[in-house]
T-cell receptor, first 115, second 111 residues
Framework: SAVISQKPSRDICQRGTSLTIQCQVDSQVTMMFWYRQQPGQSLTLIATANQGSEATYESGFVIDKFPISRPNLTFSTLTVSNMSPEDSSIYLCSVLGAAHRETQYFGPGTRLLVL | SQELEQSPQSLIVQEGKNLTINCTSS?????LYWYKQKYGEGLIFLMM?????EEKSHEKITAKLDEKKQQSSLHITASQPSHAGIYLCGADIAGTYKYIFGTGTRLKVLA
């Protein structure tokens, strides 16, 4: 399976600021995804990060709040903009595996606390 | 909207005991995936099930998918403290590689 890293691993931010989370994969992958896991909740898909084109957002998530970049097949960023305490969550990126293309493999997550 | 229901929500067992976690969908699934999450960390892939009636095992963990591809169970034999964590089922609901996730089962194993 692909080795996925995320930066930062955790952060504490002030209300109204923005944070950019990076996701790096050790091999080229076709599909990358960003998820949010709110405290005590399960994972919710934010968007699919598309290489060379705009990300595809799920219902309830918009580009202005969660801009995503994917400049190449191994890297993506998610920005959480104009943060509020409700944005406190774990943010995870995932990729489709090369060997088992139907299986998603997840990064270690970024734990965000907004004060 | 499509949901995955997991049961139980939490489980505390004595070391050495067997346990089962269930994941149920109202619709047929393209694929069912089991993950384990240590508290506050990323997800570790356990198993993927795609065919009705399929069963897979890894070490002391066995997962099954029913014939209708709407329900899966995860069974742990002779549980150990290392099995503790949150178990999540995820499913590809439309063949789009996008997953929805169950609510998770928090497992604690007492030594």
């Amino acid at each position: 399976s692909a080795v996925i890293s995320q930066k930062p691993s955790r952060d504490i931010c002030q209300r109204g600021t923005s944070l950019t989370i990076q996701c790096q994969v050790d091999s080229q992958v076709t599909m990358m995804f960003w998820y949010r896991q709110q405290p005590g909740q399960s994972l919710t898909l934010i968007a699919t990060a598309n290489q060379g084109s705009e990300a595809t957002y799920e219902s309830g998530f918009v580009i202005d709040k969660f801009p995503i970049s994917r400049p190449n097949l191994t890297f993506s960023t998610l920005t959480v903009s104009n943060m509020s305490p409700e944005d406190s969550s774990i943010y995870l990126c995932s990729v489709l595996g090369a060997a088992h293309r139907e299986t998603q493999y997840f990064g270690p997550g970024t734990r965000l606390l907004v004060l | 909207s499509q949901e995955l229901e997991q049961s139980p929500q939490s489980l505390i067992v004595q070391e050495g005991k067997n346990l089962t976690i269930n994941c149920t969908s109202s619709k047929t699934l393209y694929g069912l995936y089991w993950y384990k999450q240590k508290y506050g960390e990323g997800l570790i892939f356990l198993m993927m099930l795609q065919k009705g009636g399929e069963e897979k095992s890894h070490e002391k963990i066995t997962a099954k998918l029913d014939e209708k591809k709407q329900q899966s169970s995860l069974h742990i034999t002779a549980s150990q403290p290392s099995h503790a964590g949150i178990y999540l089922c995820g499913a590809d609901i439309a063949g789009t590689y996008k997953y929805i996730f169950g609510t998770g089962t928090r497992l604690k194993v007492l030594a």
